[in-house]
């Protein structure tokens, strides 16, 4: 049994999907009794795997655990869940069809540590592979290999930190992480439908936007790094956050020598830059106002006049990139709007970035004005988030805000979480690539069914239950018999309806215009091969029918024969989880995850192969 201090294994995502919010707390109740009743524990890993390769329904709940305990409880709330309740943790949703659209947000310096997303580098090959690959571009462009500086040794940790303050470290850094946090999650299906970036990071958004390749991405930040390092200032000097609109700390900065809005980061922070003894003398004056503000931690005064002298050299790394028209759209925080066709009109973006304020707001609601609702922070932490969500107070409805990592390792919490939120929110993600690689699938109670009871015959006239006059519903014999007597269309009518026996129930979809016919005749002719070789008895022997509603290709009708309870024989088919087979106690496996449970051998194994899906029948 799962007892409440039960051992914790890593951090795994948790799926569960229903037709209907009542059937979905019912199962989860069903897998909480299921894994409490284990005399052997299973494998988180296993549970999520199992789960995650189950097929897609309209109503979702996704949580993460990290022990069989904190599992049982996560599912002991999803009943108050559907109910309405909200309940820290667990991300319940009824997605529509059109998944909402995607921002990706691509932060600028700040978060840079050593051990950034090192717990995604050793869960994820993919993120892996590609944060290595991005190092090795740019060895010649740095000291030592950038892996040294994110994952440093034990005994280097300090002065890797030190490193990654410097920003030709750094924006390389950055840049690296975003890119491969970007492409992990476009692996599994999450692409972005419009891209931006608060300084350095409007390079990786452009990169994401198809104007240039993540490899030159990284190189080219890596040569502004250095080109920033090594310009000869007496001073580099400073930025200060102001919590005070943009006009306000304009006004304030009237007359104070080269001194400027460096960054809007939302209505009411806007960020100073310039030298740094007048910076100071800024901050103190707010203060005495009153108003909060105080110096940032970095190396130079970005987007200010000092670094006019980065233009020049950056031009000439500019002009060797091949740079191309954005394939989806790219906003820019340096000129309104998103970025044009026109390559010289980008690069042009490019060359003025460093000495150019950063309008996040204006970039926020650009992107919002494209259709942008959900927000995907790439970086750790969520400072960008809430910038967004002072930017579209307003917004109806709210944006959903996202973000892939923690500012410290959390064993891949956060970014499970946030495939949790992009679940439920309808983006479809290939939850069984997040799974562990070493899990497999395991034997859990299958998933939920709309089901309803039909008559396999009607009574004969003087029987019990007889009536005179048309039955008030179809049997399931007459269902069967004339969806094969009809065309084709009307085949693909009676499988797609539901429910079966009921094609007017309010708020049910009729059949779908221009869906295949074939398929489903194929199904019909093998339930009513079943049918016809099972050996039914009687009228008033009863039967269940499942519809399913999936556009992909899989079985519309799931059928399953309930013979009276003295014989003591049962036949149930029921969507299942994968399973190897390798236990002659195990369900039969068969095609898409589909299997029938054979009790007191009701049904011969020839029968069931003539089930399968793709088998014509004649």
Same mark, same amino acid.
């Given at each position: 049994s799962v007892g409440t201090k039960a051992p914790r294994e890593a951090p795994e995502l948790f799926v569960l999907r229903a037709s209907t919010r009542e059937l979905l707390a019912s199962y989860a109740r069903e897998l909480a009794a299921h894994l409490r009743s284990l005399d052997e524990p299973l494998l988180l890993e296993d549970i999520a795997h199992t789960l995650a390769s189950r097929r897609r329904d309209r109503v979702h709940v996704a949580f993460v655990a990290s022990s069989l305990g904190e599992l049982v409880d996560r599912l002991a709330a999803v009943d108050r869940v559907t109910q309405g309740e909200?309940?820290?943790?667990?991300?319940?949703?009824?997605?529509?069809?059109?998944?909402?659209?995607?921002?990706?947000?691509?932060?600028?310096?700040?978060?840079?540590t050593p051990d950034l997303c090192k717990d995604l580098y050793e869960r994820f090959p993919a993120f892996r592979e590609r944060v290595n690959g991005l190092s090795a571009r740019l060895?010649?462009?740095?000291? !030592?290999?950038?892996?040294?500086?994110?994952?440093? +040794?034990?005994?280097?940790?300090?002065?890797?930190?030190?490193?990654?303050?410097?920003?030709?470290?750094?924006?390389?850094?950055?840049?690296?992480?975003?890119?491969?946090?970007?492409?992990?999650? +476009?692996?599994?299906?999450? !692409?972005?439908?419009?891209?931006?970036?608060? /300084?350095?990071?409007?390079?990786?958004?452009? /990169?994401?936007?198809?104007?240039?390749?993540?490899?030159?991405?990284?190189?080219?930040?890596?040569?502004?790094?250095?080109?920033?390092?090594?310009?000869?200032?007496?001073?580099?000097?400073?930025?200060?956050?102001?919590?005070?609109?943009?006009?306000?700390v304009a006004e304030a900065v009237q007359g104070v020598s080269d001194v400027v809005i460096a960054n809007v980061n939302h209505p009411n922070q806007t960020v100073l830059s310039g030298p740094t003894s007048a910076v100071e003398q800024v901050v103190r004056n707010f203060e005495a106002q009153g108003v909060r503000a105080s110096r940032l931690n970095v190396s130079h005064a970005f987007h200010s006049p000092l670094m006019q002298g980065v233009s020049s050299s950056f031009t000439r790394d500019i002009d060797?990139?091949?740079?191309?028209?954005?394939?989806?759209?790219?906003? /820019?925080c340096i000129v309104p709007g998103a970025y044009p066709r026109e390559v010289e009109e980008i690069k042009d973006i490019f060359v003025k970035h460093a000495t150019s304020p950063v309008d996040f707001v204006a970039g926020v609601t650009a992107a919002h004005a494209l259709g942008a609702r959900v927000f995907v922070q790439l970086g750790a932490g969520s400072v960008l988030l809430s910038m967004i969500r002072s930017t579209l107070r307003g917004a109806d409805p709210q944006p959903v805000l996202i973000s892939l990592a923690d500012a410290q390792p959390d064993e891949g919490r956060t970014f499970l979480r946030a495939l949790a939120e992009l679940d439920v929110v309808g983006m479809g993600a290939d939850l069984l690539a997040a799974a562990s690689p070493s899990a497999r699938n395991c034997w859990l109670p299958p998933s939920p069914l709309l089901t309803r009871r039909l008559s396999i015959e009607s009574p004969a006239p003087g029987e019990v239950g007889a009536q005179a006059g048309p039955p008030a519903q179809p049997t399931l014999g007459s269902l069967l018999e004339s969806a094969v007597r009809s065309s084709k269309d009307t085949v693909m009518t009676q499988a797609k309806n539901s429910p079966v026996d009921d094609a007017s129930r309010p708020g049910e979809a009729g059949p779908r215009a221009g869906a295949p016919a074939a398929r489903s005749t194929r199904l019909v002719l093998g339930a009513l091969g079943f049918f016809a070789l099972a050996p039914l008895a009687h009228a008033q022997e009863t039967t269940e029918i499942a519809s399913s509603f999936e556009d992909d290709d899989s079985f519309d009708l799931f059928v399953g024969v309930d013979f009276s309870t003295e014989s003591r024989r049962s036949l149930i088919m029921r969507e299942w989880n994968r399973t190897s087979g390798t236990n002659p106690d195990d369900p039969l496996p068969v095609v898409k995850d589909l299997v029938f449970q054979q009790t007191r051998h009701v049904l011969t194994p020839h029968l069931a192969l003539g089930l399968y899906k793709g088998v014509q029948f004649s």
């Open positions: 909200s309940v820290p943790e667990i991300f319940f949703g009824e997605p529509e069809d059109v998944p909402p659209k995607v921002a990706f947000v691509c932060p600028g310096q700040g978060a840079q060895e010649e462009h740095l000291p !030592r290999p950038l892996i040294e500086y994110l994952y440093p +040794r034990p005994d280097e940790r300090a002065a890797a930190d030190s490193a990654l303050r410097e920003t030709q470290i750094c924006q390389p850094a950055m840049a690296a992480i975003e890119l491969a946090l970007a492409d992990l999650v +476009r692996g599994w299906g999450i !692409r972005p439908d419009v891209s931006l970036g608060h /300084s350095l990071g409007e390079f990786v958004a452009a /990169s994401l936007g198809g104007v240039l390749s993540g490899e030159d991405a990284v190189t080219l930040v890596a040569r502004r790094g250095r080109i920033m390092h090594d310009l000869e200032l007496f001073d580099r000097g400073a930025m200060a956050a102001v919590a005070a609109p943009r006009a306000v060797a990139l091949a740079l191309s028209a954005p394939t989806t759209p790219v906003v /820019s």
